[in-house]
């Protein structure tokens, strides 16, 4: 048994460890099954090796550790994140969940618990590969199917082959669903925002995964000529859709909990001297609700036509994604804020505007999310770090959380379990 302050140090050096197994020279990249990962697997089963855990590869690429309980057959309690990471990362998004959890299995006796634990290593989260995310958890949830299969990446090979180059066999997909007595899925992440740094909170309870918009307007008008037709004679796309920009930002800022964001934007005909005849944009909307969030995405349609009308303009809209909301498990959030603060922190309740695995296996299993302090708010960036003091928290709140889960008849009673499925 080594104190948290120990295992936090380790925990931090052995991201940095990973970090160095990356598909490019000098930074970080490590994409669905790419030759690094199957390094990655090698150096974290060497350290479950005196824990007496196994480990193994499901089919979809998933590094799944089983730390067996103290009987046979005992139920399981899942943790884990992901071990993929996008172009030029930092070296603790997904990473660190997993390595936080393989020191949670050091951190006690663990062998005691009435459940076992396995900690799981997803393949994919970040969708750089396929453009998809979310590859690896969803194999366990069963809903890796034949479509996200045929996906190709962009040298023409598909998620099948890719499996079968790095040896594993498709065949098998299946297998690597979960099944029989599953208690929970936990999930340790960096918050990957400035929200938990700006309230002054190490730790954050995570109580939902926000809903999701993706929208494409398009607003025509007259393309002409810049010095020649006089301002109250034009019909401007772009001035419009600038107008509408603004109707949105305000609209959001006064909205708590909502963000909204028009990332991108492309003017045609995209001169100096014209007048753009056409504007397209690019709408992202998050809430916890899908009420609301459904109800602003209405009255965001409603002020561009209102807009368009009033500038003698065309606005035209059209979903690209409408995804719900994924609340996390209520009784885990309990236990998850009961747990912080044990480890002397204040539970600070929030919502992830980002998706992570939680929100894939939260349809199948009981699932909560802890996040931890992100410096500055940055991430997917080589500059992204943590604080050693907030692992050795995390960590603390980890031991709490399994304490008290492992002397809580509700929770490993059936009950529990059957809740969400
Ligand atoms: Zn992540």
Request: hydrophobic fraction near 45%; aromatic fraction near 6%.
């Amino acid at each position: 048994m080594r104190d948290s302050e120990t295992l936090a140090r380790e925990v931090i050096a052995r991201c940095q460890m990973l970090a160095r197994f990356s598909e490019d020279v000098g930074s970080i990249r490590r994409t669905f099954l790419s030759p690094p990962m199957r390094d990655v697997h090698r150096a974290i089963a060497e350290w479950i090796i005196p824990l007496d855990a196994t480990s193994r590869v499901d089919a979809a690429g998933n590094l799944r550790i089983l730390f067996a309980g103290a009987e046979a057959n005992a139920p399981r309690l899942l943790i884990g994140s992901h071990l993929d990471t996008v172009p030029n990362a930092g070296a603790y998004d997904g990473v660190l969940g997993v390595v936080l959890a393989v020191a949670l299995l050091s951190a006690r006796d663990a062998r005691k618990y009435p459940f076992a634990i396995d900690v799981l290593g997803f393949s994919e989260e970040e969708g750089v590969r396929f453009g998809i995310p979310f590859i690896g958890s969803r194999a366990l949830v069963g809903t890796l199917d034949e479509q996200l299969l045929s996906c190709r990446d962009d040298r023409g090979i598909s998620v099948r082959e890719a499996i079968a180059n790095f040896g594993l066999n498709p065949a098998e997909i299946e297998q690597a669903a979960i099944s029989g007595d599953i208690l929970g899925y936990i999930e340790f992440h960096i918050e990957q925002g400035p929200v938990l740094e700006n309230a002054g909170h190490p730790l954050g309870v995570v109580e939902a995964i926000a809903g999701q918009s993706r929208m494409e307007f398009t607003f025509t008008g007259h393309a002409n000529h810049a010095g020649t037709t006089p301002m109250h004679l034009r019909h401007d796309a772009l001035a419009a859709a600038a107008e509408w920009i603004s109707a949105v930002e305000l609209q959001a800022r006064n909205t708590t909990g909502m963000v909204a964001t028009i990332g991108a934007i492309h003017a045609k005909p995209g001169a100096v001297n014209v007048i753009a005849g056409e504007a397209q944009l690019t709408l992202d909307v998050r809430h916890q609700s899908d009420e609301i969030r459904n109800q602003a995405v209405d009255y965001f349609i409603r002020q561009a036509e209102d807009i368009a009308t009033r500038r003698g303009v065309h606005v035209q809209s059209k979903k690209l994604m409408d995804q719900q909301a994924v609340p996390m498990d209520s009784f885990l959030v309990h236990q998850v804020a009961e747990a912080v603060r044990r480890a002397g922190c204040e539970p600070f309740r929030m919502v992830s505007g980002a998706g992570h695995d939680a929100m894939i296996l939260a349809a199948r299993v009981p699932s909560a999310m802890i996040f931890l302090r992100t410096p500055g708010g940055i991430s997917h960036d080589p500059a992204e770090t943590v604080e050693v003091d907030d692992v050795r928290k995390a960590i603390d709140c980890g031991i709490h959380l399994l304490d008290q889960l492992a002397s809580s008849s509700d929770f490993l009673s059936s009950s529990s379990r059957t809740r969400r499925a």
